[in-house]
């Protein structure tokens, strides 16, 4: 089968690899429709690497997908050959101590799909998944089903988060992921979310789904501006951006008590905190692990119209376009937000 194979930094081609095969009773063939372009997978190739886990090129990257069940095992229940699939990129083993308490996130013997490895990625025609990490859905386009992925990171943020409709908000970075954090605390009752982002088509994008204030960190004093209309300081900040200076923001604008929800991935191995000012106001870091039994609500939430996902498509690419696709999310080109790449 054809995949788009990461072969060095910044190098993708399309290269021929062997054909996946269901071997397992609960094993899903699936024939991939789109793959959406995700941050972690622009670390991979421009950098090769998030934090320990270093590629070994010629790796398949990809985690975001949509894709159609073709073939499954002989104890599969929930899906059958025909249906159209979410993906779940995280296969947790359900048996260690993380995955009895709930928290399938933190699995110890985790494999994800497109990470160093765990498993090779989903930017190819063909994947084996297990079945229980296989979403039927019936009313969504193909992008929205591969936006249901980054839009699960954001609805399990704002869960953890633990909001009520009276706390004020701030979301750092208007990707992808700030913007699913945005438009599930708006749709969970969040009346005043307040965000930061360098980019216009990405502020825009985020006043016109929900943010009571937009503010380009790059050309005003965001702290000052917010805190001038909320002097309490904010109930919780997301910090979306993976970025040092956000981390900082962050801390300034949390009111005593505050919640840090860590959401970005920086590209350095460390980070600082002012423990000072973090000690003096008792700030909680939150540390948000990717999602946790958020697909299906995704699913049902866009189905439904409880949520709007359709704006954050802006790009679609074919796969002998994917050095396109990832050079313009690398370098924010075009007002691109999430482009996805069509098999």
Known sequence: ?????????????????????????KDVLLKIKAVGVCGSDIHYYRQGRIGDQIVQFPFIIGHECAAIVEDVG???SKVKVGDKIVVDPAISCGICDQCRMGRKNTCRNMKFLGCPGQAEGCLCEYIVMPE?????????ST?????????????????LAALNTRDRIAILGAGPIGLSCLISAVESGVKKCYVTEPIDARRQ?????????????????????ILQKEPAGLDAVFECAGKQETIDEAIELLKPAGKLMIVGIPKEDRVSFDIHKMRRKAVQIINVRRQNDCTADCIRMIETGRINVDF????????????????????????????????
């Not at 229980?132 to 969504?140: E, R």
């Not at 985020?206 to 050309?219: C, E, M, S, Y």
Request: glycine residues 10%.
């Open 1 to 25: 089968m054809k995949a788009v194979l990461l072969k060095g930094i910044g190098r993708l081609e399309i290269g021929e690899v062997s054909m996946p095969q269901v071997k397992g009773d």
């Open 205 to 225: 994008a985020a006043f016109n789904n929900g943010a009571i204030w937009v503010g380009n960190p790059d050309k005003e004093k965001i702290i000052e501006r």
């Open 74 to 76: 002989k104890g599969v």
């Open 312 to 343: 954050m498509l802006t790009h679609r690419f074919k796969p002998s376009q994917a050095a396109e696709a990832f050079e313009m999310v690398a370098d924010y080109r075009d007002g691109v937000i999430k482009a996805v790449i069509e098999f």
């Open 143 to 159: 992008g929205q089903a591969v936006l249901c992925e980054p839009l699960a990171i954001g609805l399990y943020a704002v869960r």
């Open 132 to 140: 229980d990490c296989s979403y039927l859905y019936n009313k969504l």
